[in-house]
C-alpha cells in the first residue's frame, strides 16, 4: 500500500448529513460538512472536455474548488480528438472568471478528426461562436509551460498532481518531449521530478475496455508500460470505470439555473439534468484524498496497444493503484453539489 502520509487528505471536523430543499427545483441533497483545507493543491488537468457530457460537470466542480482555494491551476488540457474540447474548456474559464489564470492547449494538429457532441456545439456556438481548437498552443506545449511556471514561482519537487480524466494523447507527447527554451528538462524529467502523482480515470478492474484507453490505445499502453516506479516515476492512481465511480450522480438544478450557464445551457440543450461523472471522481480523489476510496495492493496494469484492453496483475508492484468506492454514495454526492447550490453551506 502507498504511503497515505503522501496523499492529500481534507480533513473531516464533522460529518452532518442532512436534507437541504433547494427553492425552485424540488430536489433535497445530503451535505457533507469539512473544515477547509490549509493550502491549496497545486494541478494540472487533462481532459478531452468533448463527447460525453461530464465536462460540463466536472469543470464547473473544478473552478469552483479553484476559488474555494482547494486547487490551484497550473495548466489544463484537451486532448480529444475532437473539434471542440479546448474551445468548451475556455467557456468555462472565461464563465468563472479566470480567464489568463492558467493556459488552455488543445491535441494539435490532430484535434478536430471525430465530429464534436451535440452539446459542445450547443456550447461553444452560444458563448464563443467561432472558437476551434486549432485556436490553442499544442497541448505538450501548455504541459512543459505549466511545469516551468510551477518551478519559477518557487514551486517544490514532486508537488504538482496531474489528473487524467481523457485518453493519455497529451501524456504522452509530453512525456516525450525534450529539452527547449521553454526548460532545460525534458518531459521524462519533468514528470519524475515535479509531479507527486498521477490521478487518472482509465479502464476497468480487474479486466476490461474503456474509452479513455481505446481511444488512443497506444498510449495508454505506453503510459502504464513506463510510467512505473522502477523507473523514476511516482504513484499512479486509476478511477476504474466499473469499481463505483459512474454509480455517483450528479444532479444539476437546470430549472432554477439562468441560460448564461454553460452547465444549463449544455444540459438544456440535450435535456438532461443530471449525470453519472467518474470524471469528477477522479478530480476528487486528487483534491480531497483516500476517504472513502479503498486503494487495491501495489500493482500493475498492462493494455493491450492495439485493442486498449487493460488487465490488473498484484504480482509485480509497479506503484499503480486503482480505487474502488467503498463509502454510502451520499458522500461524494455531496462533495459534488456545491457549484449549484443557491447558498454557500460550507
Not at 58 to 67: A, G, K, L, M
Not at 166 to 195: K, N, W, Y
Request: net charge negative; with cysteine; glycine share 8%.
Amino acid at each position: 500500500m502507498p504511503d497515505n502520509s503522501t496523499r492529500n487528505s481534507l480533513p473531516i471536523i464533522l460529518t452532518l448529513v442532512c436534507s437541504l430543499l433547494l427553492a425552485g427545483c424540488g430536489a433535497y441533497f445530503n451535505v457533507v460538512v469539512f473544515a477547509p483545507l490549509q493550502k491549496p493543491m497545486n494541478m494540472i488537468y487533462d481532459d478531452d472536455c468533448d463527447g460525453d457530457y461530464d465536462c460540463a460537470i466536472t469543470q464547473p466542480i473544478i473552478h469552483y474548488w479553484i476559488d474555494m482555494g482547494y486547487v490551484k491551476m497550473w495548466g489544463m488540457v484537451s486532448s480529444g480528438p475532437s473539434q471542440l474540447g479546448a474551445p468548451t474548456m475556455k467557456v468555462f474559464q472565461h464563465y468563472y472568471g479566470h480567464d489568463g489564470l492558467f493556459s488552455i492547449g488543445a491535441w494539435t494538429p490532430n484535434c478536430g478528426f471525430y465530429q464534436s457532441a451535440a452539446w459542445n456545439v450547443a456550447v461553444v456556438s452560444e458563448f464563443d461562436a467561432g472558437d476551434v481548437c486549432t485556436n490553442y498552443m499544442n497541448c505538450a506545449t501548455v504541459l512543459r509551460q505549466s511545469v516551468a511556471n510551477y518551478i519559477a514561482g518557487g514551486g517544490k519537487a514532486n508537488g504538482i498532481t496531474y489528473v487524467i480524466t481523457g485518453p493519455l494523447s497529451c501524456e504522452e507527447e509530453f512525456r516525450a518531449t525534450s529539452a527547449d527554451s521553454i526548460s532545460h528538462l525534458t518531459g521524462v524529467q519533468m514528470e519524475q521530478q515535479f509531479i507527486k502523482e498521477f490521478v487518472l480515470m482509465n479502464g476497468v478492474a480487474p479486466s476490461g475496455v474503456e474509452t479513455n484507453c481505446m481511444e488512443n490505445a497506444y498510449a495508454c499502453s505506453a503510459f502504464f508500460s513506463n510510467v512505473t516506479s522502477n523507473n523514476g516515476y511516482p504513484p499512479v492512481y486509476a478511477v476504474p470505470y466499473n469499481t463505483g465511480a459512474s454509480t455517483v450522480i450528479t444532479k444539476i438544478p437546470v430549472a432554477s439555473l439562468p441560460m448564461t450557464n454553460p452547465t444549463a445551457y449544455a444540459l438544456n440543450s440535450i435535456d438532461r439534468t443530471s449525470s453519472a461523472d467518474e470524471d469528477a471522481l477522479a478530480v476528487e480523489y486528487a483534491v480531497f484524498g483516500n476517504t472513502g476510496w479503498i486503494l487495491s495492493s501495489n500493482s500493475t496494469n498492462m493494455v493491450n496497444a492495439r485493442t486498449g484492453e487493460n488487465s490488473w496483475s498484484d504480482s509485480t508492484a509497479s506503484g499503480q493503484y486503482y480505487l474502488t468506492v467503498s463509502i454510502s454514495l451520499i458522500y461524494f454526492e455531496s462533495i459534488l453539489t456545491p457549484p449549484w447550490l443557491p447558498f454557500n453551506v460550507f
